[in-house]
């Protein structure tokens, strides 16, 4: 029998517990069956009560108090305990049938999809774990405002990029919180970030500005020397980092991004069908019998 999921990711506060609240309440609006699993030890609350949460195996909170940690270290404990006690997953998970959609609601410590070896070992134990063997797709979330600061956008572009080569499963991209800038950036703009590339430093207005209020040239600020500016984050040092980072993205060629607006019922619509293409979802799926009172609903469309 095979399962399916999607693991919700991204840095702190992109948005991912919104999302897969509205994914959930999309799926449910749809007569789709979804298991919503809390893997974040320090979420409190939540729109939909999560059908299975890590708080219950191991608190945030209690490591933190009695191991004397941070809460960076301590989330690293949770997941190493959690590690330690996979069958937590694997009793809640196993019944589940190919209906499911499994979404696994992440935490935001950037940590998590750079560095730490855990989260591609979690994974590979939900993918390749005999028991489970669930067809997972990552779900990368990054705050659309991130483009406002070119530096920044490519910054998070990179830590998606990371979690792409890091968790080898199928993977897309997600610009989150899109009513924030619909009406700042005009549409031909925002859809050169939708495949980033290093020509979005070229003419970064605020790089445009500020040569313009120091009156020198591109060809000026290319050749000045790093200890010239007293400034880390303008420097020409700080310049020649990004544009390594954009070329090294560039020349990957593989992060592109989708468009997220979660009060927009066909954005959220149009992501699930790109997660559902991902993982082969519908051609898992066993014809339903409709029941009567879906019989009904159709009549009633059919006229
Ligand atoms: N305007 C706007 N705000 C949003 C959107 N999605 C989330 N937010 C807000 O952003 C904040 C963080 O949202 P969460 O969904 O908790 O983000 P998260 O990624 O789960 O955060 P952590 O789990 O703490 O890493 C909350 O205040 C949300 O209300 C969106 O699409 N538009
Ligand atoms: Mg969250």
Known sequence: MSKFGVMVMGPAGAGKSTFCASLITHLQL????????NLD??????????????KDLISLQDVMEEMGLGPNGGLIYCFEFLMENLDFLTEALDSLTEEYLIIFDMPGQIELYTHVPILPALVKFLTRSGSLDIRLCAAYLLEATFIVDRAKFFAGTL???SAMIMLEVPHINILSKMDLVKDQVRKKDLKRFLTPDTGLLDDDPDEIARRKAEGVTEEEDEAANPQDKDAVMRGSS?????????NLIENFSMVSYLKLDVQDEDSVGAILSYI???????EAQ??????????DDMDEIDG
């Open 286 to 295: 066993e014809p339903k019998e409709l029941k009567d009172e879906e019989f």
């Open 30 to 37: 749809n007569r789709r069956s979804c298991f919503y699993v």
């Open 238 to 246: 700080f310049r020649q980092l990004n544009r390594a980072v954009a």
């Open 159 to 161: 830590s998606a990029m």
């Open 41 to 54: 030890p320090a979420a409190e609350s939540f729109e939909h009560a999560p059908d299975l949460d890590i």
């Open 276 to 282: 559902d293409d991902c993982i082969q979802y519908h």
